[in-house]
C-alpha cells in the first residue's frame, strides 16, 4: 500500500527550527520526485521544495536559504529542514510524489495527511 506519513510539525517562535520527516511505504522515494507542500487557511497550496530522484532539489522563493530538502533512502524518508522560521510559514506542510517535479502541486499523488506548523512572533 503506497502511503507517506508526515511528522515533525508544532509550534515554535519566530526564528526557530523544525525538521519535518516525510516517511514513505508501498514505493522507493528514490523512484520519484518527493515535493513538500504547504496550505494556510484561505490559501491556496503553495509548493516548498521538491527532490528529484537525481536528487537534485529546487525551493520556492519565499523559502529559499531557509530551508532544506533531503532524504534518507535506507529510511525511504524525505526530510524538509527549516531554518529562521517567520510567521508567515504557519500552514499545514503536506508531502507527495509524482514520476517528476511538475510545477502544479495538483499532479502530485498519494498526499499524506499533513503536519502543522505555526510560528509565533
Known amino acids: 500500500q503506497v502511503q507517506v506519513v508526515e511528522s515533525g510539525g508544532g509550534s515554535v517562535q519566530s526564528g526557530g527550527s523544525l525538521r519535518l520527516s516525510c516517511a514513505a511505504s508501498?514505493?522507493?522515494?528514490?523512484?520519484?520526485?518527493i515535493g513538500w507542500f504547504r496550505q494556510a487557511p484561505g490559501k491556496e497550496r503553495e509548493g516548498v521544495a521538491t527532490?528529484?530522484?537525481?536528487?537534485?532539489?529546487r525551493y520556492g522563493d519565499s523559502v529559499k536559504g531557509r530551508f532544506s530538502i533531503s532524504r534518507d533512502i535506507a529510511e525511504n524518508t524525505v526530510y524538509l529542514q527549516m531554518n529562521s522560521l517567520k510567521p508567515e510559514d504557519t500552514a499545514m506542510y503536506y508531502c507527495?510524489?509524482?514520476?517528476?517535479?511538475?510545477?502544479?502541486?495538483?499532479?502530485?499523488?498519494?498526499w499524506g495527511q499533513g503536519t502543522q506548523v505555526t510560528v509565533s512572533s
Open positions: 507527495a510524489r509524482y514520476w517528476y517535479c511538475s510545477d502544479s502541486a495538483r499532479d502530485f499523488r498519494d
Open positions: 508501498g514505493f522507493v522515494i528514490s523512484s520519484y520526485c
Open positions: 527532490m528529484e530522484r537525481s536528487g537534485t532539489t
